[in-house]
């Protein structure tokens, strides 16, 4: 599995933008920025969504991209779907058929052919800084990844329980 320090490996994929038009998404979607990228094991399943539409708090702060192994078409009728939690996200969902991404990653669960719950922060230069990896039944807070994201860019010292506009430690 990658690793903090790594750099995050370059992409290129089809995918679902905020407006559920087909767009690529790429390594320059997320160059000279810092990005959250979260993969998440399937389309149309019940965790998933809760998470896609939590991952959207940080669009201010960060470029987000959603990544499962479905591909894009999936996606847009996953969004278009009446009464979907993800209809009106303000990120994209990137198609990584055939698991690639994942792959060289190291995130995938090969017993159930998806990708386990990872989340990448990374920086303006293309390096990881932060790296979670949950099973398959257990969902994220984006929240804590906000938080982590937030220290991380704030570029000091921060405790355990530090959040934006706390001084840094020592």
């Known amino acids: 599995m990658l690793s903090v320090g790594c750099k995050f490996p370059l992409f290129?994929?089809?995918?679902?933008?905020?407006?559920?038009?087909?767009?690529?998404?790429?390594?320059?979607?997320?160059?000279?920025?810092?990005?959250?990228?979260?993969?998440?094991?399937?389309d149309f399943t019940f965790i998933c969504p809760t998470e896609i539409k939590a991952m959207d708090m940080m669009v201010e702060d960060a470029t987000v991209i959603?990544?499962?192994?479905?591909?894009?078409?999936?996606?847009?009728?996953?969004?278009?779907?009446?009464?979907?939690?993800?209809?009106?996200i303000n990120h994209p969902?990137?198609?990584?058929?055939?698991?690639?991404?994942?792959?060289?990653?190291?995130?995938?669960?090969?017993d159930n052919g998806v990708c386990y719950r990872a989340t990448f922060i990374i920086d303006p230069k293309g390096i990881i800084q932060h790296i979670s990896v949950n099973a398959l039944d257990t969902g994220r807070n984006a929240k804590e990844i906000l938080r982590t994201l937030l220290a991380l860019k704030a570029g000091g010292l921060t405790g355990c329980d530090w959040q934006w506009g706390d001084g840094f430690v020592g």
Request: with cysteine.
């Open 12 to 42: 290129d994929l089809n995918g679902v933008g905020e407006h559920n038009g087909l767009v690529n998404v790429s390594t320059a979607s997320i160059a000279n920025d810092w990005a959250v990228v979260y993969f998440y094991p399937k």
């Open 93 to 110: 969902l990137a198609a990584d058929c055939g698991l690639h991404l994942a792959e060289e990653c190291g995130i995938v669960d090969w």
């Open 66 to 88: 959603g990544i499962s192994g479905d591909n894009e078409y999936c996606k847009l009728a996953w969004k278009q779907q009446e009464g979907s939690l993800i209809t009106n």
